[in-house]
């Protein structure tokens, strides 16, 4: 159909339209299809997920049925009317990408591809999106809840042969079943998928031309991954850096006992010498006994909390941070305004960010440090966007000088600005949900999303739900960002859970399942859990280094291997693995029993974390396992910061910092510290040490990054290693070159 109406004028989804192409960046333009109101182009309506609304004045304002050509900095745009259509190539008149309006609907449709599809935020069908199609419905209904978890659908695709695309308007379903790919505008509102809600209803013929427009998309083309995630920041913004002790292990409980009980295992922790950050208390409600009266209520349950900041003072002087679930009241579609709004007592509290956290306010004074904002499936895109900024703004109101954390179900893309984590909802204990929470995580994280992780162990129960699945999957969430245990019969969910007997009372009658009972005495499970604990805070300097790194490129921590190898088709497509940072390689096992874990190398050196073998890459290789190991590597040339073992993350331990190196190729790392809980480090308060590995020399350099200082203590003790052999050496600031 082509295009156009009578006076040579473009014509979409039966309005009159203005077409504007605007650079955004040498790699990034945006095309917009804009109905044309009173002879005006329509603007775009902000719903939150830009850092902000304009990215400069159009190259081309395109109104009337003519062939042309535009430059978009190193980029060519091709239009032809006929077919509503845009080719896309580079400078040197390369193909990139081609993108066609249907006239009549409004649906768009690109190339598919040969190359996998990634990205599109978490949930839905995994890893490449080639081949499926996908509502994007957010909540627990989105898409197999059982299996994939809840689904964030972020409208952000990246095809990695070269280019990206962010469907910023209108919202709609994706289908990549075909060569050419299409996205279907959807219904007026973002369809949501509450739990046991139905698909919405297909959008009638006035809904559809009435939501067709405003088309807006942003379209990145590069070959480099590093700068496409920068883009992606560009637009929706870079990861705030939360708490230093969000990075540590959560416990997460449900049905609580009594007020002894609730002290005694967090002591059990510490007499165990299990290290751990926080406690989480479910709300009653979803439980008989939690920290509150019912759900979305703010009243203490004065069974197990009678005294709650008396308690939470024990928690503190244990060295413990505590978070609360907060239920958000079902079925509210809007949340409006910002913190610094005035509260209006006509309209429901809940709505209003100003007035809902008012309803935190004298919880939070008893010494809460953390929320779990829970449920909110109905909110729609920019009222989940509202909701997550609550908690990041309104915590600094109360606590200007510290850093919020908040735990969130749902969210959008941008949700990153304010630090939210967001985990991957009600999944089930079962193998087949192990293996897909890896791909999920990795297109989490290139949504732009870096803050992650899983129910370890899985929501839901089944007869799946062994000490060896708990290990498994506890080895898998020692490397996601958010590291953390719960679900139903809780009491499982603890390190040392599957050796005290079988659960009773009201932690076993929430969620009848069997396994054999010597499951419940199964000596093995807590000495790994112990072992990868331990890992977790031994990385901890390397970690927190990697969170820094995301908080100023937007490079996720959880990596596909496309971002560093996008020219090895083998490792691009490897769904069942990933990079930790830059430098480590993790391949989780997820079958049940095994002996071996085939994993792909990309193409280079590497080094069996647990033995120090080196073998060459750039195939597949068989890592014989037991039940403790999970297979582990490091590239050649990678500089890794090991600390003492510690008990929590802000623990004052003696001992150097370990600096190993793994040679074979030059390498650097950039070894980042601030004081992990204010934002003094926005004021210059925070250290770099930036290392470099010359392995021709045989040398290890050590310099003050620019723009840090040295922080107390102003001396560091630091040991290097290479192979069997170590240095020590003291870093006050001063270069500092170690040679072997």
């Not at 719960?486 to 390190?495: A, D």
Request: aromatic share 12%; proline share 9%.
């Amino acid at each position: 159909m082509v295009g156009h109406a009578a006076k040579d004028g473009l014509e979409v989804a039966g309005q009159e339209v203005e077409i504007q192409l605007a650079s955004v960046s040498p790699h990034a333009f945006r095309l917009s299809v804009l109905p044309i109101e009173d002879g005006k182009a329509a603007p775009v309506p902000s719903d939150g997920t830009l850092v902000q609304d304009s990215f400069g004045a159009p190259a081309a304002r395109i109104r009337t049925a003519k062939d042309q050509t535009v430059k978009l900095g190193d980029l060519r745009v091709r239009f032809t009317p006929e077919r509503l259509a845009f080719y896309i190539t580079t400078a040197k008149g390369e193909p990139v990408q081609q993108i066609r309006i249907d006239a009549a609907s409004g649906v768009i449709s690109f190339a598919t591809g040969s190359a996998p599809i990634l990205g599109m935020g978490e949930g839905g069908p995994q890893f490449d999106r080639r081949g499926n199609a996908d509502r994007m419905v957010s909540g627990s209904g989105g898409y197999n809840l059982r299996t994939f978890g809840s689904h964030v659908p972020v409208p952000w695709l990246i095809g990695t042969s070269g280019w990206a695309m962010y469907f910023h308007q209108p919202y709609g379903r994706f289908d990549f079943t075909a060569e050419e790919s299409k996205f279907q505008p959807a219904s007026a509102a973002p369809p949501t998928g509450g739990r046991g809600a139905p698909p919405p209803p297909p959008p009638t013929p006035a809904e559809l031309i009435k939501i067709a427009l405003p088309i807006d998309i942003f379209f990145v083309a590069t070959r480099e991954p590093a700068v496409i995630m920068g883009e992606w920041a560009r637009l929706t913004g870079l990861p705030e850096l939360p708490p230093l002790w969000s990075f540590g292990y959560q416990q997460s409980h449900r049905t609580l006992g009594t007020r002894e009980s609730v002290l005694q295992e967090a002591k059990t922790f510490r007499e165990k010498k299990l290290p751990c950050d926080a406690m989480i208390y479910l709300g009653t409600g979803f439980c008989p006994n939690g920290w509150n009266t019912d759900n979305t209520k703010f009243d203490f349950n004065q069974r197990v909390f009678p005294d709650p900041k008396a308690i939470f003072d024990q928690l503190h002087q244990d060295h413990f941070k505590v978070v609360l679930h907060v239920a958000y009241p079902v079925g509210i579609r809007e949340m409006k305004g910002t913190v610094k709004d005035p509260c209006d007592s006509t309209r429901r509290a809940e709505t209003q960010p100003s007035c809902y956290w008012d309803m935190h306010r004298p919880v939070l004074a008893t010494g809460v440090d953390g929320w779990w904002p829970d449920e909110g499936d109905a909110l729609n895109l920019p009222s989940r966007l509202v909701r997550n900024r609550m908690y990041w703004d309104a915590y600094q109101v109360d606590r200007p000088n510290e850093r919020p954390y908040a735990l969130h179900r749902n969210g959008a893309a941008g949700m990153q600005r304010y630090a939210a984590f967001l985990w991957s909802g009600d999944v089930s204990s079962l193998w087949e949900t192990l293996k897909n929470q890896v791909a999920i995580g990795i297109n989490t994280g290139l949504a732009g999303i870096p803050y992650w992780g899983t129910d370890i162990g899985g929501f839901v129960p089944t007869p799946q739900f062994t000490g060896e699945l708990y290990a498994r999957w506890f080895q898998f969430g020692a490397f996601c960002t958010l590291f953390r245990s719960h679900g139903r019969v809780w009491t499982l969910r603890l390190p040392w859970g599957w050796d005290q007997g079988a659960p009773t009372g009201d932690v076993a009658r929430e969620t009848p399942f069997t396994i054999p009972d010597a499951e419940y005495h199964n000596p093995a499970v807590e000495p790994i859990c112990k072992k990868y604990l331990e890992l977790r805070y031994r990385l901890m300097p390397y970690l927190y280094s990697a969170v820094r790194e995301t908080s100023v490129t937007g490079l996720p921590v959880m990596r596909s291997l496309w971002l560093h190898y996008p020219d090895d088709p083998a490792a691009v497509a490897r769904g069942d693995e990933y990079l930790w940072g830059r430098d480590l390689l993790v391949a989780p096992v997820f079958e049940k029993g095994v002996t071996e874990r085939k994993l792909y190398l990309p193409r280079g050196a590497w080094y069996d974390f647990w033995t120090n073998e080196k073998q060459d890459g750039g195939r597949e290789v068989a890592r014989a396992v037991n039940l403790e190991t999970m297979p582990l590597y490091v590239r050649a040339g990678a500089v890794i910061p090991m600390g003492p073992p510690k008990q929590y993350t802000a623990e004052k331990v003696d001992g150097p910092l370990d600096i190993q190196v793994y040679p074979g190729a030059n390498g650097q790392f950039l070894l980042y510290e601030d004081d992990g809980s204010s934002f003094a480090y926005r004021k210059g308060e925070w250290m770099g040490i930036q290392m470099a590995w010359n392995d021709a020399r045989k040398s290890l350099s050590l310099r003050l990054a620019p723009g840090s200082k040295m922080l107390a203590p102003a001396k560091r003790e630091l040991r290097v290693k290479l192979g069997d052999a170590s240095k020590t050496a003291v870093f006050d600031g001063k270069p500092v070159e170690m040679k072997f």
